[in-house]
């Protein structure tokens, strides 16, 4: 039987925590947030600041101000008995697994019988967050991994750990969608779960082959151009998304993943940053929240702002150029299929993230589905990997991977081999499942 989830108390005011305790509140349920005492002044200041900004941050993350009213708000040291009195504790503290464990040993001994521990880690395993703790926390905890910003991203990713009650993961499971009102994805407990195992694989196989395509006479606006809406991505491209993201937080990802993966993954020759890139990093030139990373606004003696960019083959900057996409280019078939610098770097990039993606299934999640869901909910592709494929043609990406000498991955065989001509039909109402079967799209 599932367990009620009426109330929920969220461990740390940062962006993540605030954004799912305004969440909560603006879905109608009560809510804790608690952060570190200041150290100065009224000890909840943490929080306190936190729910403030709830209603004047732009954009604000509730957008009824009364919602801030079913958030309690309190600290570490003086409130955390308090969590008894809630039936979701939400941890959202810095992504550092000593943190995580030290604060769960603490709600361990707070916490009252049958309520339900998450964390919203979005890459460290949870099966590392939980070793050797109790047998009643490792029943009751999971990973509800969810998207920044929380108010906007549709999607939830939910893993359980090797101890997780069943009727954990259901009562999440109903809360999440019913109560949140988000999409729920079911993960494994992976490095870096369905979605960032996936997108920063494609971010970061960017940046390295990059190199390549500026040899051959391409610009890193030509590369957005195409890694945007011809392949459904948006409009960001892939270095405007760095951009967005950070490249602090890239360096973070790349980190987990080099720690991570494993020797045979193909992730493993990108998890780290190229030269000119660690350089960027080295020097704070970090994106958006550092004032530019590979692009940046820079204000004339006019009064007027002019975008720039970061060339990357000269590591300077200039003025940004708006590059124009011929009709070939236009389509995800037209541009990887390209026997040209641009088809190439898109079969590098994004070919080589469908395939990569076509080798994770049944390992970070159980079928295609959950997969497909992750990009388009998580990162707001307009297909997923699997849709994409199919878009491609499944037998004509064999066909190029056996003339360039190269085996198709696991669910490419598997299709092969039970004669398929997709991975979805009936309209998208069946997929093919790794067992080589297909299964009905609940």
């Known amino acids: 039987m599932a367990r009620e989830i009426k109330s929920v108390a969220v461990m740390g005011a940062g962006t993540m925590g605030a954004g799912i305790a305004a969440h909560c509140a603006a879905r109608g349920f009560d809510v804790l947030l608690l952060d570190l005492p200041a150290k100065d002044g009224d000890r909840n200041a943490i929080a306190l600041g936190a729910r403030d900004r709830m209603v004047t941050g732009k954009p604000a993350a509730l957008d009824n101000a009364a919602d801030a009213e079913r958030i309690a708000v309190g600290n570490f040291e003086d409130d955390l008995a308090k969590v008894a009195g809630y039936d979701l504790i939400v941890e959202a503290v810095a992504e550092n697994l000593e943190i995580k464990r030290g604060l769960f040993e603490r709600l361990e001994a707070a916490r009252r019988d049958g309520s339900i521990l998450a964390t919203n880690t979005s890459g460290i395993p949870l099966k590392d967050i939980a070793a050797d703790m109790p047998e009643r926390l490792r029943r009751d905890i999971a990973v509800t991994h969810f998207f920044n910003p929380v108010k906007v991203m549709k999607l939830v990713e939910l893993v359980p750990g090797a101890d997780t009650e069943a009727d954990v993961m259901e009562s999440l499971a109903g809360f999440i969608h019913g109560g949140l009102g988000k999409g729920v994805v079911w993960a494994k407990d992976t490095v870096n779960f369905i979605a960032n195992r996936i997108g920063c694989f494609w971010m970061l196989a960017g940046l390295h082959e990059a190199d390549k395509a500026f040899a051959e006479g391409l610009t890193i606006e030509d590369i957005d151009a195409a890694m945007s809406a011809p392949v459904g991505v948006p409009a960001t491209g892939l270095f405007g998304l760095v951009d967005l993201i950070g490249l602090d937080v890239m360096h973070l990802v790349a980190e987990n993943l080099a720690a991570n993966l494993g020797a045979d993954d193909a992730g493993r020759q990108y998890a780290s940053f190229p030269p000119k890139v660690a350089a960027m990093h080295g020097r704070g030139q970090l994106g958006r929240k550092a004032g530019g990373g590979f692009y940046r606004m820079r204000k004339t003696d ?141």
């Open 302 to 442: 006019d009064g007027g702002r002019l975008k720039e960019t970061f060339d990357l083959g000269r590591e300077d900057w200039r003025a940004a150029a708006t590059a124009e996409l011929d009709a070939g280019h236009q389509t995800l078939d037209g541009l990887l299929m390209a026997d040209d610098a641009l088809g190439r770097f898109a079969w590098r990039v994004m070919g080589a993230t469908l395939l990569y993606a076509a080798d994770l299934v049944p390992d970070i999640a159980d079928d295609i589905v959950n997969v497909d869901r992750a990009m388009r909910w998580g990162f707001a592709w307009r297909r997923g990997p699997f849709e994409m494929l199919d878009a491609l043609g499944p037998a004509r990406i064999i066909d190029r991977l056996a003339a360039d000498g190269a085996a198709p991955p696991k669910m490419l065989k598997v299709l092969r081999d039970a004669g398929a001509e997709s991975f979805y039909r009936d309209d998208g109402a069946t997929f093919l499942g790794a067992d080589g079967q297909w299964h009905a799209v609940s």
